[in-house]
């Protein structure tokens, strides 16, 4: 996925994530309902993100996400890029994708802002896994 | 909230209302450009004839920190359809602050036929407007721009040390743990952090968006001259220098302060925190 966005010019990126945003699915009511707990919600983030991590039977994790804001549209986005690229993967390998990825999944021209809240949202990703790591060992 | 003609403000002509755009934004002479800080948010659907310009894209050289220069952007906007009588009506995401931002530097270029919409996209979705994925049938322009000038509404490093030195006023408009020192930066955006916290010394703090309403429109006259004449001391004769990290939530402020509440020398430090946080030798208060 990445390498494809390296692809892409503003306009084609832009069009790319849209297409993942409209992807988005919200976390189940199987797992969260609203109001969601205070403790899922991701800092710094004002699209209004929550994330949720799911233990499966093979130990690794699935991500759900919901997004509050209706002018979310990039953290839609993430969540979807997030749980398609990290769900399912080793935790090992979850805890360690670093935050500022971000910056080349939506380009390096992005807000300080913006860049913060999607990078808080790959931060509390990546924390769920640690956590687990932690844990086990 | 009231007509905009209601509120009091000295240019109210600088401000249009999304009733406005929906009967006259595809009038021949009007152009309406979007701009934001989420770059998705305008191939989601936008106003119907909206364009979009993007604030680091489209208004910044790509290699100096710097604007574009004079054919930079009279070829911006030949590409967007504008000429340079044309009307440009301008809104975007968080209670407009990117629009006053591409405002701010359509004045560079003397392009003085450039206004708000009153609440930008959060009151036009918030209204259950249409909004459209389709692009927008552009023909290219004529425009002739003049050499940009910065003398006017611009402020560099040396004019905000000199600014200081006549105990002039300034406002700093970054939110109080900016304001303080207490918050540089994230850890892993280093590109618009800086390495001393703090302000420029005499500098009042009111954060940008104390001049909106919750709907993202602007408060009315009286609102904001308690704001910023009874509680910053600021008059409408001042000398007045404002900033934030890199210009763009000040010129929300100075659109404010300029066509709002009239002031006529407002300059816009777009070097900003990013620039004076870092700067040898500078003073700083915390």
Same mark, same amino acid.
């Given at each position: ?5 390296? *692809? $892409? ?8 994530? =849209?297409?993942? @945003?409209?992807?988005?699915?919200? #976390? ?31 130990? *690794? $994790? ?8 209706? =002018?979310?549209? @990039?953290?839609?986005?993430?969540? #979807? ?57 | ?286």
């Amino acid at each position: 996925m990445l390498e494809e966005l390296d *692809s $892409l010019d503003r306009v084609e990126r832009a069009q790319y994530l =849209l297409e993942l @945003s409209d992807d988005f699915q919200e #976390v189940p009511t199987s797992i969260a309902t609203r109001p969601f707990p205070e403790n899922r919600r991701v800092p710094k983030c004002e699209s209004e993100a929550f994330v949720w991590a799911q233990e499966q039977d093979d130990g *690794s $994790l699935k991500f759900h996400y919901a997004v509050e804001n209706p =002018l979310g549209i @990039s953290a839609r986005a993430m969540g #979807v890029i997030l749980d398609e690229t990290l769900s399912g993967q080793p935790i090992d390998q979850v805890a360690n994708v670093a935050p500022d990825i971000v910056h080349r999944i939506f380009g390096r021209q992005l807000s300080m802002g913006k860049g913060e809240g999607l990078a808080a949202m790959v931060e509390f990703t990546t924390f769920e896994a640690r956590q687990r790591l932690t844990r086990r060992n | 909230m009231s007509d905009i003609n209601s509120r009091g403000y000295v240019n109210a002509d600088a401000l249009v209302s999304t009733d406005w755009v929906a009967k006259h934004g595809n009038d021949d002479g009007v152009r309406v450009v979007e701009s934001n800080e989420d770059p998705l948010l305008y191939p989601s659907g936008h106003i119907p004839g909206a364009v979009e310009i993007d604030w680091a894209a489209d208004l910044n050289d790509p290699l100096r920190r710097d604007y574009l220069d004079r054919d930079g952007f009279a070829s911006l906007m030949s590409s967007k359809g504008i000429s340079n009588d044309t009307t440009v009506v301008l809104y975007g995401d968080r209670s407009n602050w990117w629009a006053c931002y591409a405002l701010w530097i359509f004045q560079l270029f003397g392009h003085t036929n450039a206004k708000i919409m009153d609440g930008g996209r959060m009151k036009w979705e918030a209204e259950g407007r249409e909004l459209t994925r389709e692009a927008p049938d552009v023909t290219i322009a004529n425009y002739s721009a003049p050499a940009r000038d910065d003398s006017q509404v611009r402020a560099f490093r040396d004019d905000v040390l000199s600014h200081i030195g006549s105990s002039g006023k300034m406002i700093d408009v970054r939110s109080p743990e900016e304001y303080s020192g207490e918050r540089l930066h994230m850890p892993d955006y280093p590109n618009e952090g800086a390495l001393r916290g703090g302000h420029i010394p005499g500098a009042a703090n009111v954060p940008w968006a104390s001049a909106a309403n919750e709907d993202g429109t602007f408060k009315d006259a009286a609102a904001l001259r308690d704001i910023y004449e009874s509680n910053a001391g600021l008059g409408s004769e001042d000398d007045v220098i404002v900033y934030c990290r890199i210009g763009e939530r000040s010129s929300h402020t100075w659109f404010v302060l300029t066509n709002l509440l009239g002031y006529g020398n407002v300059r816009n430090y777009d070097g900003s925190w990013t620039e004076w946080g870092n700067s040898v030798g500078v003073p700083i208060e915390k």
